[in-house]
């Protein structure tokens, strides 16, 4: 479990004074308060969690950082951001000395690609096959439907071509032989 899940979880279930940081919540106080280090850097994360942990509400932290995480979403977006109706326009820097559009600043840029992946629901008497994602690859230590991963989109009646599947997680079994895969549901 990363810091983000578990702080929401102690602030929201348990009442702890832990504050959430994600993307909105960068957004939101690398605006109300200019500040310019990047939020992909070590020294960043340091600096916005530490801010946001000094700034958390030791009352109610659950509905604090809920709703800093929901201002970030709905008012102060990436692109257009709604000043008008922010409650914190009074106090944002960003927004006195113009620099709304440069703020959050990022160090390196993520790179993305799109991947395409063909799940599977293969339902038995017993339940539904599921698998462990191993590897090196996103949602590592995760469950997933059997699946097969594709060079391009594949229409609707299309099935995948297993024998091309560049999925490296695990082997990938046709649809309907599910040998190698593991089992979930209520058995
Ligand atoms: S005033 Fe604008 S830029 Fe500043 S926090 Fe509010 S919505 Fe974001």
Redo the contacts with the bound molecule.
């Keep these: 479990m990363g810091d983000y899940t578990a702080s929401a979880i102690a602030s929201i279930c348990f009442g702890k004074a832990e504050p959430v940081v994600d993307g909105n919540v960068y957004?939101?106080l690398a605006?109300?308060f200019g500040i310019a280090t990047p939020i992909d850097s070590t020294e960043g994360k340091k600096v916005f969690r530490s801010l946001a942990a000094e700034l958390i509400a030791k009352e109610h932290p659950g509905d604090h950082n809920q709703a800093v995480m929901e201002?970030g979403a709905t008012?102060?977006t990436p692109k257009n951001?709604?000043?008008g109706d922010?409650p914190?326009?009074r106090k944002?820097i960003?927004?006195a000395e113009g620099r709304?559009a440069e703020l959050p600043v990022k160090a390196g840029k993520t790179k993305t690609r799109t991947r395409h992946f063909n799940y599977l629901l293969i339902e038995t008497k017993d339940g539904i096959y599921l698998r462990k994602r191993t590897g090196k690859d996103i949602w590592q230590g995760l469950w997933e439907l059997p699946m097969a991963e594709t060079g391009k989109a594949l229409g609707l009646n299309q099935r995948p071509a297993i024998a091309d599947s560049t999925a490296a997680n695990s082997s990938v079994d046709p649809p309907g032989r599910p040998t190698s895969i593991q089992q979930g549901g209520d058995s």
């Design positions: 957004r939101v605006r109300v201002l008012v102060c951001p709604r000043c922010c914190l326009a944002c960003a927004k709304i």
